[in-house]
């Protein structure tokens, strides 16, 4: 990722007051990130959640049922099972959104800020100030990038793994009717 550069010739000619603005804007949108990814996670597990039982009862029903092949419907057996093995893979899928979650914080470590540049070594206070004011600043910009590009990613694979649980429950429904109506005379075969 390409490092941000505030382009002026001459840094301290900038307001400060104008800096320490732009500087207090690019925390809120920091935060707003930080907010956005949180939700994002909280969708994740708010799936998982639901998912965990409904491929344990489907296992259960499975293994309870045992849907003998000598019924003709060897291919629902087998259609369930493809359907819990790709409930099991979008399980994990969600957990690639949850853990590990990739993210540059709010803030900086004090390690990463005491540097003569910005502990301002030979400048005025005022000048001092200002330094680390635009260095927060390009730094702020350089997480908003990241972060930026790591909720893109992470909602794109939500929406994928939620259109391949409507997929797979559409699915579920189809097995499941086939074998309430299997007796019934509805159905050919």
Same mark, same amino acid.
């Given at each position: %990722?390409?490092?941000?550069?505030?382009?002026?010739?001459?840094?301290?000619?900038? =307001?400060? !007051? =104008?800096?320490?603005?732009?500087? $207090? $804007?690019?925390?809120?949108? @920091?935060?707003?990130?930080?907010?956005?990814?949180?939700?994002?996670? =909280?969708?994740?597990?708010?799936?998982?959640?639901?998912?965990? /039982?409904?491929?344990?009862?489907?296992?259960?029903?499975?293994? =309870? !049922?045992?849907?003998? /092949?000598?019924? #003709?419907?060897?291919?629902?057996?087998?259609?369930?099972?493809?359907?819990? %093995?790709?409930?099991?893979?979008?399980?994990?899928?969600?957990?690639?959104?949850?853990?590990?979650?990739?993210?540059? /914080? &709010?803030?900086? !470590? /004090?390690?990463? %800020?005491?540097?003569?540049?910005?502990?301002?070594?030979? &400048? @005025?206070?005022?000048?001092?100030?200002?330094?680390?004011?635009?260095? !927060?600043?390009?730094?702020? +910009?350089?997480?908003?990038?990241?972060?930026? +590009? +790591?909720?893109?990613?992470? @909602? @794109?694979?939500?929406?994928?793994?939620? &259109?391949?649980?409507?997929?797979?429950?559409?699915?579920?429904?189809?097995?499941?009717?086939?074998?309430?109506?299997?007796?019934? #005379?509805?159905?050919?075969?």
């Amino acid at each position: %990722m390409e490092k941000f550069k505030i382009s002026v010739e001459d840094w301290t000619k900038i =307001n400060s !007051e =104008n800096a320490k603005f732009i500087l $207090e $804007e690019a925390k809120d949108y @920091t935060k707003y990130l930080s907010d956005s990814s949180d939700k994002i996670t =909280n969708r994740a597990f708010a799936i998982l959640a639901i998912l965990i /039982p409904i491929t344990s009862a489907l296992i259960i029903f499975v293994v =309870n !049922e045992e849907i003998k /092949p000598v019924d #003709g419907y060897k291919t629902i057996t087998y259609l369930l099972f493809v359907v819990i %093995m790709g409930l099991i893979a979008i399980m994990f899928g969600i957990s690639k959104i949850v853990f590990p979650r990739m993210f540059m /914080p &709010l803030g900086r !470590e /004090p390690r990463d %800020m005491c540097s003569e540049d910005l502990l301002g070594v030979g &400048l @005025t206070d005022d000048l001092a100030k200002l330094s680390i004011i635009l260095s !927060e600043i390009e730094a702020s +910009q350089v997480k908003i990038d990241y972060n930026e +590009q +790591q909720i893109a990613h992470r @909602t @794109t694979l939500l929406k994928n793994l939620m &259109l391949s649980i409507g997929i797979l429950f559409a699915l579920i429904v189809l097995t499941l009717l086939v074998l309430l109506f299997k007796d019934s #005379g509805y159905l050919c075969g």
